[in-house]
């Protein structure tokens, strides 16, 4: 049950961050992370990415599918994926709530929920029954055991 999708989560990650910063300087309301303290959002960015790239990089070693729905051939629950059944999208959000935290105004925050929304809807629900379909057993055990954000 392949299912084709034209937009990418990196792709939908891009658009937030894209209207987080139009937001930021066309609305920013509230100044609530105060400089110099919003610098700290650059180590949520590089935490997030670290995730992001960590979560790839253990589904590239095993040789199954980094993009979302192409069949996977292993069941990667070693390293990152032991806490977190999404470091992936874990770390598209913590990366964005970083840059967030650096523009330091709330509107900056609001599409933060939109993008988790979108991503669970629109990808992780799927993901979850499409490893269903093939791993079975194996995959409902790990899934009780491991949470789906953290």
Do not use: C, D
Not at 2 to 14: A, F, H, S
Not at 47 to 74: D, K, N, Q, W, Y
Not at 82 to 103: D, E, H, I, K, S
């Amino acid at each position: 049950m392949e299912q084709k999708r034209r937009i990418v989560p990196p792709v939908y990650l891009l658009l937030t961050l894209l209207v987080m910063t139009g937001l930021h300087y066309q609305l920013p309301l509230a100044r609530i992370v105060p400089v110099p303290w919003s610098y700290l959002g650059a180590i949520l960015v590089a935490l997030g990415i670290g995730l992001s790239v960590t979560g790839a990089t253990s589904f590239r070693r095993v040789g199954t599918p980094v993009i979302p729905f192409e069949l996977s051939t292993t069941l990667v629950t070693h390293g990152l994926y032991r806490v977190t059944r999404n470091p992936m999208y874990l770390g598209m959000v913590t990366a964005l709530t970083g840059a967030a935290v650096l523009f330091g105004t709330l509107s900056a925050f609001l599409p933060i929920p939109i993008f988790v929304w979108i991503i669970q809807a629109n990808f992780i629900r799927g993901e979850e029954r499409f490893l269903e379909e093939i791993f079975g057993e194996p995959y409902l055990a790990y899934k009780k055991k491991v949470r789906r954000w953290l």
